[in-house]
Structure formats: C-alpha cells, structure tokens
Nanobody, 123 residues
Framework: QVQLVESGGGSVQSGGSLRLSCAVSGDSFNNYEMGWFRQPPGKEREFVARDNRHYGRQYYADSVKGRFTMSRDNAKNTVALQMNNLKPEDTAVYYC????????????????WGQGTQVTVSS
C-alpha cells in the first residue's frame, strides 16, 4: 500500500501562487496513476488534475485549466501541483491520490489518499 503526504498549502491573496507537493512512499511510484482533488468548505470532493501514464499526458478540471500545472518526478517519488492566479473559489483542502489502475476522474477511481493540505485564497 502506498503512502502519500502532501505539503505546501497556505494562505495567499487572489492572484497569488502556491506549489503543492506530494511525497509517495511504500511502493514503486512508477506503478501509480496520480491525481489531485480538492474539497471546498461544505462541498464534496472534486477532481482537479490527474496524469495518465499510458498516454503520457495530464488532464485538468475546466475550472483550473490554464492556471494549474501538474508534474511528477519519478526520480524523487513526488508529484507537484503548481497553482497560479489563484482565486477565492480555489479555497479548499487539497488531496493527493494514487491508484494502480485509475482511468477516470472521480474520487472513487483512486484507492490511496493523503491527509490533505489547506489552501485559502482571500480576495
């Protein structure tokens, strides 16, 4: 079972940037599809970004496309989420997720989760 630990959350003003990082341990990182999800206050967990090792590309929610960039470093067993031009509606707890066979974009497609990191964007 893989273990995930997020870091890099914090508070920023609208238009600012943050970089989240997820450290992966416990199993071979190269075997996992990786994703980022978030849960805004009072709302359900939602898809933000994921990669697909088969096609070698990343996918993004429409709400973050052009502002967020996901990247993975197989040598360091980490995955990052660079968030630029942050908006108050990006305020949420952000979660890193992993799964050996995930093909979809729902939280239920991913079996392993980090503890989450809070991102707060003020106007």
């Amino acid at each position: 079972q893989v273990q995930l630990v997020e870091s890099g959350g914090g508070s920023v003003q609208s238009g600012g940037s943050l970089r989240l990082s997820c450290a992966v341990s416990g199993d071979s990182f190269n075997n996992y599809e990786m994703g980022w999800f978030r849960q805004p206050p009072g709302k359900e967990r939602e898809f933000v970004a994921r990669d697909n090792r088969h096609y070698g590309r990343q996918y993004y929610a429409d709400s973050v496309k052009g502002r967020f960039t996901m990247s993975r470093d197989n040598a360091k067993n980490t995955v990052a989420l660079q968030m630029n031009n942050l908006k108050p509606e990006d305020t949420a707890v952000y979660y890193c997720a992993a799964d050996r066979t995930a093909w979809g974009f729902a939280p239920t497609d991913f079996g392993s989760w980090g503890q989450g990191t809070q991102v707060t964007v003020s106007s």
